[in-house]
């Protein structure tokens, strides 16, 4: 199976009765992922594109047995609802809304600690389980069932990376975005961690980019777990221009510097192959593939 | 949002926290008027620049008398000052702050943070401010201590005393910058701040903590809930910044000017950064970073599209899509066709190529929209392919131009 959601994830939408969230559900429905309901406060009782709608995530969760969540919230009212689910026990929360305040995500950070939930995003393309569910606005037309995992900071990096893996004929296990914001649920170093305990993933495919420290994560998380799966990585920005910079508390925290080349420096210390661009992604995680599997076969 | 000092030091001022006094001005002659009204002997004349490193490069200068601060200030105006933390070309000055001149036995460092590692808001202080304290940090770290906050209600909490305490302070220093440490993490909260710094922070001969410098970054996102820095947003820029990326940003696109000549178009930030590395690495030079928010109508995206064509500098464009579930390939093919049916290409001189690899979510569709509003264009099947061209194109386009201006020469 994929990492975080399988045939058993029953699915609830927040905000599911809004113009976006509809188009979507309608989309995920069309995927064949099991959505069992919708939250809109003050539209308990009524019925959206033929499913129940609930005031709450907990009378959701009562009714339908709800173990996943997909945030469609509008960002003022979004830290609140991602904060519902996770008090409501929901085990995955994926939440999509854009410019969601970053105090508001701090309190969210907060209510998820020694709780029992997973968070992805916000300002994520979602969860993509290629054949199994979808959870999420990513695009899927490229998308195959298959063996790379592929985690990412970026959505649109994502969907060419996914393309490339397929015509390069490997497919996905599963394909996460874990937000572009600078403050999220699930982290880079999180998704290696699942993927290599995914049996159904034979590699991996991290897409990084200039700022925040969740590849240095990764890379520590990568030294720590040694995984036996060949991992490729690509982090966009190393010609990016230079932006203003605001004193030097940036510096003082864990982020540092977070360039390109320093974030490439310590995948590569971990021992990560860098896709030297993101055209050649697909074919890197061929050719590792392809000399991992030569290697257990003729092991020396 | 980056504000100024003099509107950080407004802002902080109203929670408590100790400010010289001040003024900002615009010319000379205000300068002269704004030091003779806040008497005193010495006065500091600082550039108002959204940029650390200001002290180092020449951007803050003392005065002695009323009309030196005056001469300083004419200096200062109009001048761009580059400093490390400034964008390649240096930030212009347009105002600058007159203050009066504090003494300080010791200079401090204070900042409150979101370290985005942990997710949570950080208290950083030390005893050794100053310009250069990210050199003196790097050689001795521990010059800089740290704690995390926790936020409740309407307020961030950390054992404040013992940060001030960590940094060697003690007694009624040790009390009043634990005062102050609170103090910066309740604006933190109250203005969803994502920075505030005071560097240096200066304890005087009696025992006042005064906040020389102060830098304040609000959380953009945040706006929605403060009707008052909305307006600051609003007015500033209107005054100061680039009116290519604020039109841009209006038309729910982020844009950034560069100095090469081919003009990028792509959709997603992750996605217009590494086309920005395949351009370098294919020995091109791109003129703009531009990514296209999935919020971005056609009509927006038409915009966008026009602000590339109008700079002069471009000589071939470059349009990379890989269409999602939220803004499909054909709103931005139909973008561009808006953009081409306009009439925005007005002289042949204008007659760029444009280079096009779509993919993902409705590209098939995309290219018949392409073809169906008559854009002239090079499709290519691959990003890769796409970048390659457009450097070929922008360089044989430069050639020509060369060429056609030798010709005229002659």
Known sequence: MAILVGRETRVICQGMTGRAATFHVRRMLNYGTRIVGGVTPGKGGRRHLDLPVFDTVAEAVAATGANASLVFVPPDRAAAAMIEAIRAGIALVVCVTERVPLIDMVRVRQALDGSRTRLVGPNSQGVLAPGVAQLGVMATTSARKGGIGIASRSASLTSEIVAQITRAGLGQSATVGVGGDPVHGLTLAQCVELFDADNETEGMVLIGEIGGSDEEQAAEAITRLRPRKPIVALVAGRHAPRLRRMGHAGAFTSERAGSAHSKIEVLLAAGVLIAPNAHNVGELMREALRSARNSAAHPI | ?410
């Open chain 2, 1 to 410: 949002m980056d504000l100024h000092e003099f509107q950080a030091k407004e802002l902080l001022e109203r929670f408590g926290i100790d400010i010289p006094g001040g003024r900002v001005v615009e010319s000379s002659a205000d300068a002269l008027r704004a030091a003779e009204g806040l008497g005193g002997r010495r006065f500091v004349v600082k550039a108002q620049i959204r940029a650390g490193d200001r002290a180092r490069h020449g951007g803050v200068r003392f005065a002695d008398s009323p009309r030196t601060a005056a001469v300083e200030a004419g200096g200062l105006l109009g001048r761009r000052i580059v400093t490390p933390q400034t964008p390649e070309g240096g930030a212009l000055v347009k105002w600058v702050y007159v203050e009066e001149a504090v003494e300080a036995i010791q200079q401090l460092y204070a900042a409150v943070v979101l370290d985005r590692g942990s997710g949570r808001p950080l208290a950083l202080a030390s005893a050794h401010g100053g310009d250069d304290i990210e050199d003196r940090a790097e050689r001795d770290p521990a010059i800089v201590q740290s704690i995390p906050l926790t936020v409740r209600d309407n307020a961030a909490d950390g054992d404040f005393a013992g940060l001030a305490g960590r940094i060697g302070l003690s007694g009624a220093a040790l009390a009043s910058a634990a005062q102050l440490l609170r103090q910066l993490a309740q604006a933190f909260i109250a203005l969803d701040a994502s920075l505030i710094e005071v560097n240096p922070l200066a304890l005087t001969a009696s025992g006042r903590l005064i906040a020389l410098d102060a830098k304040l970054s609000i959380d953009d996102n945040a706006l929605f809930r403060h009707a008052d820095l909305r307006a600051l947003r609003d007015y500033m820029e209107r005054d100061e910044s680039d009116p290519v990326e604020l039109e841009a940003q209006h038309h729910q696109i982020n844009y950034i000017r560069m100095t090469g000549d081919i003009g990028v178009l792509v959709n997603g930030a992750g996605l217009a950064l590494a086309t920005l590395d395949m351009v370098c690495d294919a020995g091109g030079r791109p003129a703009n970073f531009m990514d296209i928010r999935t919020t971005a109508t056609s009509l927006d995206i038409a915009r966008g599209f026009r602000l590339i064509l109008d700079n002069p500098a471009v000589r071939s464009i470059l349009v990379n899509v890989h269409g999602g579930g939220m803004q499909p390939c054909d709103t931005i093919a139909e973008g561009i066709g808006i953009a081409m049916r306009r009439g925005y290409l007005r002289t042949p001189a204008r007659d760029v190529p444009i280079i096009i690899s779509m993919a993902g979510n409705h590209a098939e569709f995309a290219r018949t929209v392409l073809a169906n509003t008559g854009v002239p264009h090079i499709a290519c099947s691959t990003p890769w392919e796409a970048v390659q061209k457009a450097v070929t194109c922008a360089r044989a386009e430069s050639s020509s131009w060369l060429s056609s201006l030798v010709a005229k020469r002659a």
